[in-house]
């Protein structure tokens, strides 16, 4: 299996900053200024102050977005968290599937949201990869030089329930309603959208694999490493999270050490419109949801409590 997968060149990518116009009701964005290149976008994610988390008009550097993926692996659904480490914020955590919304999507990063899915979270069967369709429309196969995709079965994407507040792009109500919170620490607006995964009856033996970029040599380049899967998953019971961590190994539900862990923002609390934490320990954020701690029997398929934990290399920070 090859560890390097593709090379891009970052200056291709181009985005917009943002001006927010928030109320009790929804929240509306529009473009503003000139493209800015990854650098600069990066230049203007510093940390901002917002007095009212109900009702305000703000500039941001750029528009975010994320799936909070929901796995159905025989017969229980879990929730589909990535590792990353942030090099422009100095920590590793497990987060959403994410990324950043380029110029030309930023009234349909729903199509981005779909694409990071694509880019970031990859199934392996023993007979080969699979692709994915969201409604009609079949997802990028984006390594396709390198790995070999079935051309059936194929999973599915669709969405969950949205949120209650809609988000506008100027006068276009966004589709699918994602959750919208305003990130202070890096002066971003974050979508995050409700999708659930529907596996084909055919795919056994499943993995699952992260796909992660970082530059190297002025290219972007996307790796796989086998040997560090980075895709997690959290059970749901009646759906509502567990304080569980598992890997998902040829068909081997296994569960994962927390110890150390920290979550993305996307997992602390939100106030109003605005998020105002880096990041949350995970051990603070299974308080704050008053969550369940593990039982005996781990009722992830039968899973014993006892059984090894996969060494998650997640150091503490601050």
Same mark, same amino acid.
């Given at each position: ?10 200056? @291709? ?11 009790? +009701?929804?929240? !509306?964005?529009? *473009? ?15 940390t901002?102050?917002v007095?009212? *988390? ?11 977005? *994320? ?9 229980? +659904? ?9 090099l422009?914020r100095? +920590?590793v ?9 380029p110029?030309h999507?930023?009234?349909l ?8 899915v ?6 392996e !069967? ?6 994915g ?7 990028p !196969?984006?390594y396709q030089?390198a ?6 079965p ?10 209650a ?15 919208a919170?305003?990130?202070l620490? @890096?002066? *971003?607006l974050?979508l ?7 596996l084909?009856k055919e795919?056994?033996q ?13 290219q ?6 086998p ?8 059970p ?5 999270? !567990?304080?569980e961590l598992l890997t ?7 569960a994962a050490s ?9 997992f ?6 605005l ?5 949350i ?13 593990p ?5 992830a398929r ?12 997640v150091?503490?920070?601050?």
């Amino acid at each position: 299996m090859p560890s390097s997968l593709t090379r891009k060149d970052p200056s @291709t990518f181009k985005t917009l900053a943002l001006f927010v116009e928030a109320g009790p +009701d929804g929240l !509306t964005y529009q *473009s503003i200024g000139r493209p800015l290149n990854f650098s600069e976008m990066l230049e203007r994610r510093k940390t901002i102050e917002v007095s009212d *988390s109900q009702r305000f008009a703000v500039e941001l550097a750029n528009l975010g977005v *994320s799936v909070r993926l929901t796995l159905n692996w025989q017969s229980r +659904d879990y929730w589909v968290l990535v590792r990353q480490r942030r090099l422009d914020r100095g +920590d590793v955590v497990l987060k959403l599937i994410s990324g950043y919304v380029p110029a030309h999507e930023l009234n349909l990063p729903l199509l981005s949201a779909v694409q990071e899915v694509a880019e970031e979270c990859l199934l392996e !069967t023993p007979e080969g990869w699979l692709a994915g369709r969201f409604g009609d429309t079949w997802l990028p !196969t984006p390594y396709q030089d390198a790995l070999r995709y079935r051309q059936a079965p194929y999973f599915r994407l669709s969405p969950l329930s949205g949120a209650a507040r809609p988000v506008q792009c100027g006068k276009q109500t966004l589709l699918e309603r994602p959750r919208a919170y305003v990130h202070l620490p @890096t002066a *971003s607006l974050q979508l995050v959208y409700d999708l659930q995964l529907e596996l084909p009856k055919e795919a056994k033996q499943l993995s699952l694999y992260h796909v992660d970029e970082c530059l190297e040599d002025g290219q972007l380049v996307a790796h796989l490493n086998p040997a560090s899967p980075d895709l997690y998953l959290i059970p749901l019971h009646q759906g509502r999270p !567990t304080a569980e961590l598992l890997t998902l190994n040829r068909g081997q539900l296994k569960a994962a050490s927390t110890r150390g862990l920290w979550l993305a923002e996307s997992f602390a609390a939100q106030e109003g419109w605005l998020v105002r934490d880096e990041r949350i320990r995970w051990k603070e954020w299974v308080k704050q949801q008053h969550l369940d701690n593990p039982t005996q029997q781990n009722p992830a398929r039968g899973i014993p409590a006892d059984t090894p934990a996969t060494k998650l290399d997640v150091a503490p920070h601050g």
